[in-house]
C-alpha cells in the first residue's frame, strides 16, 4: 500500500532533513563542528559498527561544555584532545541523543578544539532512531547503510550545519560503497582472523561544506554513465544493472532541466545514483548522492521521485535552511520542484496531478501546527511530512499563482544566486519575494504577501469555499451576481472564479475577504447550468468532501503500514462517514481486517467495495482475488477459484493482478504466501533529505506490504 505522506514521497522524497526532537532542538550548541576525520568499521555478522571520529569545533560562544548529537544506540568509550588527554562526557538524561563533554578550559567565539571520539554498537533499530519508528541507519550480514540524519558520527547545529570530512568506511570484501564525497580505489585489508572474511576500505574526500556524510554498502555493482555532459555513476545490484542506463539518461535530464531554472550547480555536478535497502526512506539527497530504495526501483525510473530527489541538490544540500524552523524553505520546495519538472515534462496534467497529491497530503493533518513551527513536529512523521513537506509545496504553488510565473521563476533564480552554498531563513525568502510583487491591474487585485505568508506559514485552517450566485440577462449578454462564502475570518487572497458559458469561458481574480466576498462578473455568452466554479485550476489550498474523504483514507493507509489495523479502520470509517460507497475506504477497511485475520469481516467489506464507486478502478480486480485468498484459507477452493477467475476475466493487470489470479488458481493461497505482485512500500514523506514520489496519492497501489519484523 502506498501511503501519502510523500513521501515525495519521498522521495521525499531532498528535501527536509531530520533532526531531534523539539527538546533537543532547544538546546543551543556552544560548538559547531567544522570538520571530520571518520573512520568507521562496519561490522556485518554482528551487525554493529566501531568507529572513531577526529572532529574540529569552533566555540559560538563563551563555554567549556560542548555538545553534539549521536545515535543512541552507540556507547562512546572515550573522548580524548589532540594532546591525549581523556575529557569527562555523559549523555543527556532527558535527551539521550545529545552527548556532553567537558573540556578542560572554557574557549572565547571564533576559538578552535579537536576532539576525538570513540564508539561502537548497532544503529538499526527503528525505536531508538533520531526518528522513532524510522531507520536511518542499518547494518546486516548482506548490506548497510548511514544515513546522515542518523547521527551515525557526532553532529552539531543539525539541519542546518555545513561541513568539510574524510570518511573511510571499512566493510567486508564482498561489499561495494557508494557515498558523498570523491571517493579515492579501495584498498584490500587482510581479515580480522582466521575464519573470519577480508575486508575493503573505501575512502571519501568531502573538500566541499555541506550536509555529507551519507554511505551505503552491499553487494551493488557500478555502471559508470555519461549523458548530457553529466557524470552519473549509478550502484546497482547485478541483476538490476540494465536499468542503469535509463535512470542515468532521466537524472541528465532533470538536472539539466533544474539547471536552467534555478541557475547551475556551484560545481560541475557528478551526481551518483545508488540503491539503498527497504526498511528506511524511499529516497534520500545528499550532495552528490540520490539513494533509492529497492521497492521504488523500478525498471523504468520514476521521474517524479528522482526529480525531487535531484531538486533536493539545490534546495537542501547546496541551499540548507538557517534553523528547523526553516525547513519548509528547502522541504516545500524540492517537493514543488518535483511538480514543476512534471509539468515540465507532461504538461498541466502532469502539474495538476501532482497538486492533488499534495493537496491530500497537505489535509491530512494540517491542523496540528503552523509550517513556521516545523521544530514542534517529529521529523519524518505524517504530522510533519503533512505540514512541511506538502503543504510547504502547495505554498510555493500559491506563491507562484499569486505574482506569476515570469516572477516566481526569477525569484527562485535569485534565491539560489544569493544562498548557494549558504543558510537561508524564512524571512530572508520573505523579504526577496516582496520584491517580486507585480503592480495591481484592473484583471488582478493587489498583492499582499504578508497576509498571504501569515496565512499560510504562521496560520492553521485551510478555506472550504461555497459559493451562492444568480445569474441575470443584461443588454449585452449576461451578469453573474454572488458570493464566495468560507470559514476563515482573516482570509485574504485573489482567486479564481471561471463561468462556463456556451461560448468562451470566462475566469475572474475575485478578491476573497473574510468569510463573505461579493463578486459580478459579465459573460456574453448564457452560462451553463451550474457552470460557476472557484479556483477551477487549483491554485489554492483548499478543503472539499472529496479531499477530506482522500486525506482520511491516506491516514488509515499511514496507520495500517505501521501495523495498526484498528486505528487504520477508525481513519477508514470517518471516510465512509462522509461518502458511504467510497470503494477504496471499504477496499482498505477489508484489507486491514484481513491482516488482523477478521476474515468474515473483511470479506463483506471486500464485497462492499465492490457495490461501491469503484473509483479507483483496480479496487474490482482485487477485490475478487482477496475474497479469493479468503476462500483459500477457509478451505472452500470452489468459491477460491470462482474469484481468482473473475479477476482474471476483468483484465486489469494494475500491480500484477492478472499473475497473483493465476498463480493461485493454480495452487491454493497459504497464510504468510507470497504475493507476486507487491507495491512499493509506504511512501515515507520526508525531509528534505528525503522524499516520496510526488505522484503517490490514496488509492495508487492496491496491495498492503506489511511493515517487516
Known sequence: MLKI??????????????????????????????????????????????????????ASEVSRSLLVELHSDLSVSSVTTSSGQKLNFERDAHSPLLVNVGLPQALAPGKQVTLTFSYAGPVSSEDDSPTKG??????????????????????????????????????????????????????????????????????????????????????????????EGYNIPVYAPPAQTNTAKDYSNSLARILSYFSDTFGGLNEQPSVTIAQIPDGSVPGFSAPGLLLISARQWTPKSNDLLLSQLAAGQWWGDSVLPASSADVWLTGGLSRYAAAMYAEQSDGIAGLHKALQTFAIGSLMYEETTPIAQAQQLQPYSE?????????????????????????????????????????????????????????????????????????????????????????????????????????????????????????????????????????????FGRPRPNGVTIDPNNNVLKSSPQLRVLAAVARGEGLAQDGKYYDAIQEYQRALDLQSNNSLALFRTGEAMFYEKNYQAAANSFRSALSGDLDPKWIEVWSHIYIGKIYDLLGQRERAVNEYSLAQHLNDNTAGAQQEAATYLKKPYTEGATATATSASPSDSTPSKSTTPADSKPGDKPVLKRRPN
Open 134 to 227: 524510522l531507520r536511518l541507519a542499518s547494518v546486516d550480514k548482506t548490506s548497510a547503510y548511514l544515513l546522515q540524519p542518523a547521527r551515525w558520527f557526532p553532529l552539531t547545529d543539525y539541519p542546518a550545519n555545513r561541513y568539510t570530512g574524510t570518511f573511510k568506511i571499512i566493510v567486508p570484501d564482498t561489499f561495494a560503497v557508494a557515498g558523498t564525497g570523491k571517493a579515492d580505489s579501495p584498498t584490500m585489508m587482510p581479515a580480522l582472523g582466521r575464519g573470519q572474511p577480508g575486508q575493503a576500505a573505501y575512502t571519501f574526500h568531502c573538500d566541499t561544506a555541506g550536509p555529507v556524510g551519507t554511505f551505503v554498502a552491499g553487494s551493488l555493482q557500478l555502471t559508470p554513465s555519461q549523458a
Open 5 to 58: 505522506r510523500f513521501l515525495f514521497g519521498a522521495l521525499a522524497f531532498s528535501l527536509l532533513a531530520a533532526f531531534s526532537t523539539p527538546a533537543q532542538i532547544a538546546r543551543p550548541f556552544p560548538f559547531r563542528a567544522t570538520h571530520y576525520d571518520v573512520e568507521v568499521v562496519v561490522n556485518a555478522p554482528q551487525q554493529t559498527i566501531t568507529a572513531q571520529a577526529k572532529v574540529d569545533f569552533v
Open 383 to 523: 504530522q510533519y511530512n503533512s505540514i512541511v513537506v506538502d503543504k510547504g509545496a502547495m505554498v510555493f504553488h500559491m506563491l507562484r499563482a499569486q505574482i506569476g510565473d515570469d516572477a516566481f521563476t526569477a525569484l527562485l533564480r535569485d534565491f539560489y544566486k544569493q544562498y548557494a552554498g549558504k543558510n537561508a531563513t524564512d524571512a530572508e525568502f520573505e523579504k526577496m519575494a516582496a520584491t517580486k510583487v507585480p503592480a495591481p491591474t484592473a484583471d488582478n487585485p493587489p498583492v499582499n504577501l504578508i497576509a498571504f505568508f501569515s496565512q499560510w506559514l504562521n496560520s492553521t485552517g485551510v478555506p472550504e469555499f461555497q459559493l451562492q450566485y444568480i445569474t441575470y440577462r443584461t443588454v449585452k449578454g449576461f451578469k453573474v451576481v454572488g458570493k464566495v462564502l468560507q470559514g476563515l475570518d482573516t482570509f485574504r487572497q485573489p482567486v479564481e472564479i471561471r463561468v462556463d458559458t456556451e461560448g468562451n469561458p470566462v475566469t475572474k481574480k475575485v478578491l476573497v475577504l473574510g468569510t463573505s466576498t461579493n463578486f459580478e462578473i459579465d459573460t
